[in-house]
Antibody, heavy 116, light 112 residues
Framework: EVQIVESGGGLVQPGGSLRLSCEAS????????MSWVRQAPGKGLECVAM????????YYVDSVKGRFTISRDNAKNSMFLQLNNLRVDDTGVYYC?????????WGQGALVTVSS | DVVMTQSPLSLPVTLGQPASISCRSS???????????LTWFQQRPGQSPRRLIY???NRDSGVPDRFSGSGSGTDFTLKISRVEAEDGGIYYC?????????FGQGTKLEIK
C-alpha cells in the first residue's frame, strides 16, 4: 500500500522560513519524479515544484522561484521543500505527490500558515 | 503557461442521472513521447485529491466504471454515467505536458 506522510508545516511570520518533509513507502520512490502541490484555503490546486528521480533537476513555478528549494534523499525515501522569504499568499496545504505528470500518489498534506 | 478551463464550475445533479464536465486547454496536450497527459481528480471535503483517470481515458484501479474520460488535443470530458451519493465533491483536471503543470479551476458536483 502506498503511503506518503508530510511533516514540518506550521505558523510562520512573513519573511520567515520552513522546511517541509515527505516520507514515502509502498512504491519504488527512487524511480519516480516527485512534486509538491499546494492548495490555498478554499481555493484550487497549484503545482509548485518537481524534482527528477536522482535529484539533479528541479523545476519551480514562477511565483516561488528563488525562494523555495526542492530536494530529495532516495536512501530515506524522502523529499523536502525549503520555503524561504515566505509571503502571506504562500499560505495553504502543501501536498507531496508522486509522478508529477499524472500525480498518482498523494499525501494528506501539511498546513503552512504565513501570518503576522 | 497553459490555461485549463473547466465548465461548468457548479453542477447540481439528481441521483442516478448522468453528469459531464468539460476541460479545455490553451495549448495541445500531446507530449513529445506521444502521450497526452490529461488527468482527472476528485476531492471530497477535508481530503486529499484522489486520481480517477489518467492519460485522458485510463481509469485508476478501484474507480467505478461509471466514470469515463475522453477527448484529444485541447478538448477533454469527464463523464459519470449515473451519479451516486458518494460522487459529491470537487473535480479537477490537470495538464502534465507543459511545465508548470496546471489544474482547472474545479467543478463542484452537488448531489440533489
Amino acid at each position: 500500500e502506498v503511503q506518503i506522510v508530510e511533516s514540518g508545516g506550521g505558523l510562520v511570520q512573513p519573511g520567515g522560513s520552513l522546511r517541509l518533509s515527505c516520507e514515502a513507502s509502498g512504491f519504488p520512490f527512487s524511480n519516480y519524479w516527485m512534486s509538491w502541490v499546494r492548495q490555498a484555503p478554499g481555493k484550487g490546486l497549484e503545482c509548485v515544484a518537481m524534482i527528477s528521480q536522482d535529484g539533479s533537476q528541479g523545476y519551480y513555478v514562477d511565483s516561488v522561484k528563488g525562494r523555495f528549494t526542492i530536494s530529495r534523499d532516495n536512501a530515506k525515501n524522502s523529499m523536502f521543500l525549503q520555503l524561504n522569504n515566505l509571503r502571506v499568499d504562500d499560505t495553504g496545504v502543501y501536498y507531496c505527490a508522486g509522478e508529477p505528470r499524472a500525480l498518482a500518489y498523494w499525501g494528506q498534506g501539511a498546513l503552512v500558515t504565513v501570518s503576522s | 503557461d497553459v490555461v485549463m478551463t473547466q465548465s461548468p464550475l457548479s453542477l447540481p445533479v439528481t441521483l442516478g442521472q448522468p453528469a459531464s464536465i468539460s476541460c479545455r486547454s490553451s495549448q495541445s496536450l500531446v507530449y513529445s513521447d506521444g502521450n497526452t497527459y490529461l488527468t482527472w481528480f476528485q476531492q471530497r471535503p477535508g481530503q486529499s485529491p484522489r486520481r480517477l483517470i489518467y492519460q485522458v481515458s485510463n481509469r485508476d484501479s478501484g474507480v467505478p466504471d461509471r466514470f469515463s474520460g475522453s477527448g484529444s488535443g485541447t478538448d477533454f470530458t469527464l463523464k459519470i454515467s449515473r451519479v451516486e451519493a458518494e460522487d459529491g465533491g470537487i473535480y479537477y483536471c490537470l495538464q502534465g505536458t507543459h511545465w508548470p503543470f496546471s489544474f482547472g479551476q474545479g467543478t463542484k458536483l452537488e448531489i440533489k
